[in-house]
């Protein structure tokens, strides 16, 4: 019994996941008969493609050789517009980490100030307030004027939109650290510094890690319309060619390798937080 | 005389409400605690004994008074006097070993790691949590949660210790089973110690002197009971002592009748010296002890 619990939902996923494809498959199975489409379309695609023997959606099978060709060479560099899938994601990764980081260090340290008093806090909220709804996108022409670089700006615009949740989630744990751990440490003449590290800290710190858990989640999701606009680098910019090179199995690839570094990014700052956390 | 390790002259406390509103929970209260004695504080609940007890350990200001400890005026939490808090606040982040190193190391900084540890060994040992020196917080039960309180608030020798309903969350079989260790360590070390409680029994077989609070607001200390019971009563035998009957059913009387309505009987009240009365002794006992005095004969 408790072996078919523990394969169980595997296996129903591995079902999921044949049958998709299955009728994936069944949906790009090259056509006898004339197709219609519509023409500005088929003016895109190219009449043979729009219309001739085989679908112009790839098939299971293409999406399949073509993971297994990125897979093969992923970090070959032919010049600024053709670079493997691996050298352009290494390209977003380095640009969230960078962004993130600063965040965190702007976030963490500023978090615990307006955690610890309520004046600060009661100044920086109309702020906070204002800044957090906008789209982290909006700032993007604001920061090539005055960054006057797209990289950095891509960095700028990560940064952005990466702060608010370690701030707010910061400034939360750090205010609700529980009075009896303060009372403890102020029974025992701890000072300031000390309780800031060996009592606050520790205390916040599940709460901060949600936080950063959040941010690198935003920051993966924004780095790939940063990419876009931006140009140049990046796995947002490759999804971005390869629709100009008309390539959807590229496209495609693309995706699936976002999703799995999203989720690997995640997975990451769930080990971390289950690292700092404490059964109460 | 000797002088008294805590002396309270006056103090009161006054809260403000949200709406402005001023309220006084106790005015006027004197009394102190000498080296060496178990002092236990009774009274219902919302008369402000915790409040009583965060003046005493620093971390509350009282509205108008006094509070000396060794001769010196309280102006904040001092390593002198330890506090063992009703909710144990332990850190779950930290073991056993963690929580207490963490103020044995802020008693005394200069120690290296070694020395620290071997200090707070002592510690989980006179507890007789030996063995759990490894695990956390979340792992240990009520009980074991409380030696582990206890063992810090005593690892960093302090002059004296404060107890704000220590075992009241605990059940009866371990509270008697870490009441009876209490009594130990606090013979064996000579420790000073004041405790609040709202457990008759718990009083009488911990305290030398039991202080009597009536119910806020404007609560006063009604009197001051002294136990005439021997010092070496065990929870086994308590009940077998002829004071035993006379000085619980005095505490009880007190917290079911006279704490309402002491307003009454207070005609003849000095609060700057509340009565020290020894309801254990009979009348013609009570006339040959020097404690069945009013206190004003001893100051
Ligand atoms: N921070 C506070 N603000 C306002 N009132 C308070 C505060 N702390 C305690 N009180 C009031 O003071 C009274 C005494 O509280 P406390 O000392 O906790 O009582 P006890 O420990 O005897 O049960 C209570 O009526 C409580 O409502
Ligand atoms: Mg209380």
Redesign the pocket.
């Known amino acids: 019994m408790s072996r078919l619990k523990s394969w169980g939902a595997p296996l129903l996923s591995l079902l999921i996941l044949l049958g998709m494809i299955g009728v994936w498959h069944a949906l790009t199975l090259p056509k006898t008969a004339a197709q219609t489409v519509d023409s500005e379309y088929a003016a895109l695609v190219g009449a043979a493609a729009a219309t001739g023997q085989k679908s112009a959606f790839p098939s299971p099978a293409d999406f399949g050789r073509k993971i297994g060709e990125h897979l093969s060479d992923p970090f070959y560099d032919r010049g600024p517009n053709d670079k493997g899938i691996g050298i352009q994601l290494g390209y977003s990764i380095g640009r969230v980490l960078a962004g993130y980081l600063l965040a965190a260090l702007v976030a963490v340290p500023l978090g615990f100030l307006i955690g610890m008093s309520p004046t600060v806090y009661r100044a920086l909220d109309p702020f906070i307030q204002v800044l957090k709804p906008i789209s982290p996108l909006a700032w993007m022409p604001l920061a090539l004027f005055t960054l006057k670089d797209s990289a950095v700006s891509a960095i700028f615009v990560i940064f952005i939109c990466s702060v608010w949740p370690m701030l707010i989630n910061t400034a939360f744990g750090v205010a609700s650290v529980r009075r009896e751990w303060l009372n403890v440490a102020r029974t025992l003449e701890v000072g300031s510094f000390r309780t800031a590290f060996r009592v606050i800290l520790p205390a916040a710190a599940p709460t901060i890690m949600t936080g950063m858990r959040i941010s690198i989640s935003i920051a993966w999701l924004v780095i790939v319309a940063a990419e876009m606009l931006v140009g140049g680098t990046g796995i947002g910019y490759f999804v971005w060619n390869e629709w100009n090179n008309l390539s959807i199995t590229n496209i495609m690839t693309a995706i699936l390798a976002i999703g799995v570094v999203g989720m690997l990014l995640d997975l990451m700052m769930a080990k971390l937080t289950k690292l700092v956390t404490f059964p109460e | 005389m000797t002088e008294p390790l805590i002396r309270i002259e006056g103090i009161s406390k006054k809260?403000t409400?949200r709406d402005g509103t001023e309220t006084t929970?106790f005015e006027n209260l004197h009394f102190s605690v000498d080296p060496g004695e178990f002092v236990c504080l009774i009274?219902h609940?919302?008369?402000?004994?915790?409040?009583i007890l965060n003046v005493l350990s620093g971390l509350d200001q009282t509205s108008s008074g006094y509070v000396f400890v060794g001769g010196r005026e309280v102006n904040g939490p001092s390593l002198d006097r330890a506090v063992i808090f009703q909710s144990h606040a332990l850190m779950p982040w930290l073991t056993v070993m963690g929580n207490i190193a963490f103020a044995v190391s802020s008693r005394w900084p200069e120690w290296d790691k070694d020395k620290v540890r071997a200090h707070c060994q002592q510690y989980i040992d006179l507890v007789n949590l030996t063995g759990s020196e490894k695990k956390r917080p979340a792992e240990l039960s009520g009980g074991m949660k409380q030696r582990v309180g206890i063992a810090r608030a005593l690892s960093i020798q302090p002059k004296m210790l404060l107890m704000d309903e220590p075992f009241s969350a605990l059940d009866a079989l371990t509270r008697g089973v870490l009441q009876e260790e209490v009594l130990r360590i606090c013979a064996e070390t000579r420790q000073t110690v004041f405790m609040?409680t709202h457990d008759v029994d718990e009083a009488i077989l911990l305290a030398d002197k039991i202080v009597l609070m009536t119910n806020?607001p404007y609560a006063k200390i009604a009197e001051i009971v002294v136990n005439t019971m021997p010092r070496s009563r065990t929870r086994h035998d308590l009940h077998k002592h002829p004071h035993y009957y006379r000085i619980r059913n005095h505490l009880i009387d007190f917290l079911v009748d006279r704490s309402k309505a002491f307003a009454g009987d207070a005609v003849n009240h000095d609060p700057r010296h509340p009565p020290l009365v020894t309801p254990g002794l009979d009348p013609a006992e009570a006339a040959a002890s020097p404690a069945g005095k009013p206190l004003v004969a001893v100051k």
């Open positions: 809260f409400g929970v009274g609940s919302g008369c402000g004994k915790t409040t609040i806020g």
